[in-house]
């Protein structure tokens, strides 16, 4: 599971990892994804922080992000503007 290696790995660095777990609607989830995973590759890439999404066939809408506590926030604020940008654009 990529979450648990990325708490694995802040175990190696001696970095303090926690965990985030927020709420978004299942049909946004497919945003937050990006094409073949690529918002998530990036904002791995960019913070460090794994984001977790449920699988299609389940009924929570729970997003889990996982990493370094000083990155959980950036992480977080870039998997809202996923979803905002994309719910704003379609909404005008």
Do not use: W
Request: net charge negative; glycine share 6%; proline share 3%.
């Amino acid at each position: 599971m990529l979450g648990q290696d990325c708490c694995d790995k802040c175990v190696v660095e001696q970095k303090h990892c926690s965990l985030v777990a927020v709420e978004v609607k299942k049909c946004q989830h497919k945003y937050i994804i990006g094409t073949k995973g690529q918002n998530l590759q990036e904002i791995l890439a960019e913070t460090g922080v794994s984001v977790e999404v449920p699988p299609l066939d389940t009924p929570s809408d729970t997003i889990t992000l996982r990493g370094d506590v000083d990155k959980l926030g950036i992480a977080l604020t870039a998997v809202y503007t996923k979803v905002v940008v994309v719910h704003f654009y379609y909404c005008l």
